[in-house]
């Protein structure tokens, strides 16, 4: 998959002049492995394009874009008591509004953990970092 998306930017390259384009440095390739360094988090992986920062203030299980690890299941399980737990303060004081915010965050780990019960069952396949194009 790699070689075919770097081929495809090689063809498309071709066909813009070449003072447009020149070598990765050392400095922003580096910087490109670090934004990847960036996005693990204890649930899984944060599969926010490159270059951007988060745009839900790190709260991960409502993210849509956090990728949760099959192993991380028991650790949702554990949230989901917490979150539970939680939930019985604002029940007995009326608090619907965070009632509400409780059962939302609820659903969204509820969500990632049945995506992480489908990744679990069919498997992962490890794709690695890709090298840099090479120049042509």
């Known amino acids: 998959m790699v070689r075919h998306y770097q081929d495809f930017l090689h063809r498309r390259r071709q066909l813009r002049p070449a003072e447009e ?21 204890e649930l899984g992986a ?17 993210c849509p874009v956090l990728l949760v690890d099959p192993k991380m299941l028991p650790r949702l399980q554990e949230i989901e008591i917490d979150i539970l737990s939680r939930r019985t303060r604002p029940e007995a004081n009326g608090w ?4 509400e915010g409780i059962d939302l965050t609820l659903a969204f780990l509820r969500d990632k953990r049945a995506q992480a019960e489908r990744t679990s069952a069919r498997g992962t396949v490890a794709l690695g970092m890709p090298a840099p194009i090479s120049q042509h």
């Open 46 to 62: 944060c599969a926010r394009p490159y270059g951007t920062g988060c745009q839900h203030e790190h709260a991960c299980l409502r």
């Open 21 to 41: 384009y020149r070598p990765t440095t050392d400095t922003e390739w580096a910087e490109f492995e670090k934004h990847f360094d960036r996005r693990k988090v």
């Open 96 to 99: 619907l509004g965070e009632i």
